[in-house]
RNA sequence: CGGGGUGUGGCGCAGUUGGUAGCGCGCUACGUUCGGGACGUAGAGGCCGCAAGUUCGAGUCUUGUCACCCCGACCA
């Protein structure tokens, strides 16, 4: 086993950091903040990427694509809107390099200044916006489903490997509807398609809920989340929808002609997730021994290793296991058999751990003698002799069982996690000792929860969908609280 | 932008009171091995972040500069 991993117990942040490189996953590169995906971290986003595009595609929307760079006066269109992003904006004033007269390599030339600065997107409504108005003219045209898969950039102080870089890889559903109804049952109905998503996928467990006014998105009138808990402790925000009310119509001035033959404006959505997800799959799943990943979303669901001695000992284990890779693969699922030869059978057992392939199967001479294989699960990492004529069959039923267990941990672990504080000094000591999530009476303003943030770094994750009323008092306050709203530490 | 730290082969590091650079991993070749990260032998690989200065002589001392990392303020 390799000693120069951390733990999560001592020391969780380096650990993650481990499991990112140990894992290879994604690399810092030359420019600050900015992240290389690497081969078998991108092939997991692929797998993300192809799954949420079947549920977008199965929910009525179609894909488009937008321009990386937006005017920056359309970002002054909407007041929120540009108040929440400004501080994280790279900003293109230049469109021309040149020889430096000096001698010093290239330069800017002073002479290709653009007359209108350009804004590298951190999200797209306002080009999108700004696009609609020209393809909505009447009820008929609506709705609009687009969903676009881009990279975005927000110009993060600081940031990590996947959670928070400066540049990173997304989809943004933007939809136009004719009606509020309509357009506030798309946000759920999208923050659902996410959920499912991340149950049934990632086989990680969410709270659905509202977000509170102070952790809206810019420019939205309601913003829907699902908030996930991860082996810390602390919470992390994997994916939200928002009801953007009218706000955007009126900035770009979108109106439609209903069927009363009146100007109205559109209602419009967004939605959205990105490789963060990725970092949220590393931090519910992972171990001491290296990344678990779920088997729906492992570029390598089983990994087959020949243990030999002599090239007829391989030669006879690659017969044996040739159709039963085929019988595999008709099953939809991803073998790998590594008969690399250049690297030794237990330099291999590490290596897929580490890469967190969810089952391995050894087969060597004793194996062939007894006509069964060697099967390990990597999520409990338990063993266990499986006959040549079944493997398929249960290896298939175990991948299934691995997914449905995985997730289950990870509810029993939220639920474990889950705390209801009445006081401050309980509030408090929860988050100081036990971490989680905990469920706290709120009075409801937006003061109170900067001062909770403030004093206990603690945030409102969401109001959960049928959260229970329940009378109480604030646990900073003392006011009146009609029900409990979710808290924790975050990411 | 504050506070702390680090820059030396691909990676991780050592380098004493200044004397011309070393260790582990990895890499290459050959051989022995092969059921949980093998071993031996022989190799390849470095303007010591950059720039000035002190000195007969600087990885080491001085000054400046750049970059990156960690901890805060901001955030999906």
């Not at 797209?124 to 709705?143: A, M, V």
Request: hydrophobic share 40%; net charge negative; glycine share 4%.
């Amino acid at each position: 086993m390799a000693k120069d991993f951390s733990t999560r117990a001592e020391n969780y942040s380096q650990w993650y950091n481990d499991v990112v490189k140990k894992a290879d996953l994604a690399e810092n590169s030359a420019v600050r903040g900015c992240m290389v995906i690497k081969p078998y971290g991108y092939a997991i986003w692929e797998k993300m990427h192809d799954a949420l595009d079947k549920m977008f595609k199965e929910t009525g929307h179609t894909n488009a694509y937008f321009p990386l760079f937006i005017p920056k006066s359309f970002f002054s269109r909407e007041a929120h809107h540009v108040e929440g992003f400004a501080k994280e904006c790279a900003v293109i004033t230049h469109y021309r390099l040149k020889n430096d007269p000096n001698g010093g390599g290239v330069v800017v030339d002073p002479e290709a200044k653009l007359e209108e600065e350009l804004i590298v997107r951190p999200t797209s409504e306002t080009i999108i916006w700004d696009t609609y108005k020209n393809w909505i003219q009447s009820y008929r045209d609506l709705p609009i489903l687009c969903n676009q898969w881009a990279n975005v950039v927000r110009w993060e102080m600081r940031t990590r490997l996947f959670l928070r870089t400066a540049e990173f890889l997304w989809q943004e559903g933007h939809t136009a509807h004719a009606t509020r109804e309509e357009a506030i049952e798309e946000t759920r109905k999208m923050l659902n398609v996410y959920a499912d998503f991340a149950e049934k996928h990632m086989a990680m467990s969410v709270v659905r809920g509202v977000k509170s006014p102070n952790e809206r998105f810019a420019g939205a009138d309601d913003t829907y989340c699902i908030e996930a808990l991860m082996q810390d402790g602390k919470a992390l925000q994997a994916g939200t929808s928002h009801f953007l009310g009218q706000n955007f119509a009126k900035a770009f001035d979108v109106k439609f002609l209903n069927k009363e033959n009146q100007l109205e404006y559109v209602w419009a959505t967004s939605w959205g997730v990105s490789t963060r997800l990725i970092g949220a799959l590393i931090m519910t799943h992972s171990d001491d021994n290296g990344l678990v990943l779920p088997p729906a979303l492992a570029p390598i669901q089983v990994v087959i290793i020949p243990i030999y001695k002599s090239e007829e000992q391989l030669n006879q284990i690659t017969e044996k296991v040739q159709p039963l890779i085929q019988k595999l693969k008709d099953k939809g699922i991803s073998v790998k058999y590594d008969d690399d030869d250049s690297k030794r059978s237990g330099w291999k057992f590490n290596e897929y751990e580490v890469k967190g392939v969810p089952v391995r199967i050894a087969i060597g001479p004793r194996d062939l003698e007894n006509n069964h294989a060697e099967v390990c699960r990597r999520d409990t990492l338990e063993k266990t002799n499986i006959s040549l004529d079944t493997l398929d069959v249960e290896v298939e039923k175990l991948l299934a069982e691995i997914q449905q267990s995985l997730f289950d941990r990870t509810v029993k672990f939220r639920e474990d996690n889950t705390r209801k504080a009445d006081t401050w000094d309980e509030f408090v000591d929860i988050l100081d000792n036990q971490a989680g999530f905990v469920y706290a009476h709120w009075d409801g303003t937006p003061e109170t929860e900067e001062l909770i943030k403030e004093k206990a770094k603690a945030t409102i994750r969401c109001i959960p969908f049928n959260n229970p009323l329940e009378e109480g008092k604030c646990i900073l306050t003392g006011k009146p609280s009609k029900q409990r709203v979710l808290f924790a530490r975050a990411y």
